[in-house]
C-alpha cells in the first residue's frame, strides 16, 4: 500500500495565524469525542441521508454531518488535510469570508451527493466535502505552491515536494474515476456505514474551484511571505 499525505505549502506563508482553520479542528475533534461516548444513536441521528434530505426530512444534518467522522483515520487523515492547505486560504480570504465558504463548500458537496444517489439510505458523514472545496481554492489560487508531503510506499517512507497543481489535480482525478453509489455498511460504535462519498468531493471541490476568487482579497495574498525559490 502507498500515498501520498500533504504536509504544508512551503512556497508561502500566512501572513495571519489560521484561528478559523485551527478551531474547525478542534471543534472536529470535540464532536468525534462525543460521537465516541454517545454511540450509534447520536452518529445515526446526525449525519445526513440523502433520501431523507431529498424528502426534505433532517435538513440540519447536512450541516451537523460535516462536523462527524466515523473512525479515528478519518478524522487524522481529514484533519491533515485541512492543515495542509486550509490556513494559505485562510489568510487569502479573512477569517468571516473563509468561514462562509467552508460552510458552503460542506453543503454544496452534501447537496451533490444528494443529487447523484437521492435515494440511498446510507448515512453521509465527514468533513471531506468542505476540505475538497478548500483544496479546490487551493488549485485554481496557488497551483505553482510546492508542498511538503509524505511519501509512502509500503514502508517506505520519505518527505518529497510536490506543485499543489499535480498532486490536488491527482486526487481529483482520483474522486472522478471512483464515483459511484456507497455500498451500506454495519454501523458500530462511530463507525459511520458505508464507503466513500466521492461525489460530494467532487461537488465540494468544483464548488471550490469556481468561488474562492469571489471570497479572496488579491491584497492578503499579496501580503503573503512567498519564497521564489520554492515556486515553479
Given amino acids: ?110 447537496l451533490a451527493q444528494v443529487a447523484f444517489d437521492p435515494s440511498s439510505t446510507v448515512p453521509n458523514l465527514g468533513a471531506s466535502g468542505a476540505i475538497a472545496a478548500v483544496m479546490g481554492g487551493f488549485l485554481v489560487t496557488y497551483p505553482r505552491d510546492q508542498i511538503r508531503s509524505l511519501l509512502v510506499i509500503f514502508v517506505f517512507v520519505r518527505v518529497t515536494y510536490i506543485y499543489a497543481a499535480l498532486l490536488i489535480g491527482v486526487w481529483f482525478l482520483l474522486q472522478l474515476v471512483n464515483i459511484g453509489p456507497i455500498v451500506a455498511g454495519p454501523v458500530t460504535g462511530s463507525q459511520a456505514a458505508g464507503g466513500v462519498a466521492y461525489m460530494a468531493h467532487v461537488g465540494g471541490f468544483i464548488f471550490g474551484a469556481v468561488f474562492a476568487r469571489l471570497f479572496e482579497d488579491p491584497q492578503r495574498i499579496a501580503a503573503q511571505p512567498v519564497d521564489d525559490d520554492a515556486l515553479g
Fill in 1 to 110: 500500500m502507498g500515498g501520498v499525505i500533504p504536509l504544508s505549502d512551503v512556497s508561502r506563508r500566512p501572513a495571519n495565524f489560521p484561528v478559523v482553520t485551527l478551531a474547525i479542528i478542534v471543534l472536529n475533534f470535540i464532536v468525534f469525542i462525543i460521537e465516541l461516548f454517545a454511540g450509534q444513536p447520536f452518529v445515526e441521528r446526525w449525519s445526513f441521508v440523502p433520501a431523507d434530505i431529498a424528502q426534505g426530512k433532517h435538513l440540519e444534518t447536512i450541516f451537523t454531518a460535516m462536523f462527524m467522522h466515523g473512525s479515528w483515520s478519518h478524522i487524522l487523515g481529514n484533519m491533515v488535510f485541512l492543515w495542509a492547505f486550509g490556513p494559505e486560504i485562510e489568510d487569502a480570504m479573512g477569517w468571516w469570508r473563509y468561514l462562509i465558504y467552508y460552510l458552503l463548500g460542506g453543503i454544496a458537496a452534501a
